[in-house]
């Protein structure tokens, strides 16, 4: 009797232990995954405050590459062009790039802004783009960085009298 005891005691220890171990194994899993998952949240979240960081730096910059442009056209200086080229290209390594915006393309308030309407009477020409202002920027994941600036051609519309 006594041996049998030993032995039902025995598989009870056994079974209790394998239960406590099958317990720690889920528990070592979900903590694994848990911290695989926290891993995963925190390279998001890095790469985001990266990227907010970024377009906030290009967008106190972008002015600055405008004014330097504006002044190229007024004195035709070829240190403000080289330094405009190291700016774009600066910008280029960082993953802006300017929006490829074109006189005669259709307007899309998606990456554009239109500041002012030029009348015409050429049905092909409404809603084209007139003139480019000021250049648009996106970042590489293509978030509208600067909206471009521009002139819309609009139908002229006939004045009742």
């Not at 960081?53 to 004014?67: E, H, Q, R, V, Y």
């Not at 200086?77 to 005669?104: C, M, P, R, V, W």
């Not at 998606?110 to 250049?135: F, G, L």
């Not at 819309?152 to 009298?161: G, L």
Request: cysteine-free; overall charge neutral; aromatic content about 6%.
């Amino acid at each position: 009797m006594k041996n049998s005891t030993q032995k039902v005691t025995k598989l009870k220890v056994k079974d209790n232990n394998e239960n406590e171990f099958e317990n720690m194994k889920n528990q070592l899993a979900r903590a694994m995954a848990d911290y695989a998952n926290l891993q995963k949240r925190t390279d998001e979240e890095r790469s985001m405050v990266f990227k907010l960081a970024s377009i906030s730096f290009m967008t106190k910059i972008l002015p600055i590459l405008d004014n330097l442009k504006q002044a190229q056209n007024h004195i035709s200086d070829s240190g403000i062009a080289i330094i405009i080229g190291q700016l774009e290209t600066l910008a280029k390594e960082e993953g802006f790039e300017k929006l490829k915006i074109n006189i005669g393309d259709k307007f899309n308030e998606e990456t554009s802004e239109a500041v002012d309407i030029v009348e015409t009477s050429e049905e092909k020409d409404n809603n084209n783009i007139s003139e480019v202002i000021m250049s648009g920027w996106k970042y590489s994941d293509g978030t509208i960085v600067r909206h471009a600036r521009v002139k819309v051609f609009k139908i002229k519309k006939e004045i009742k009298k």
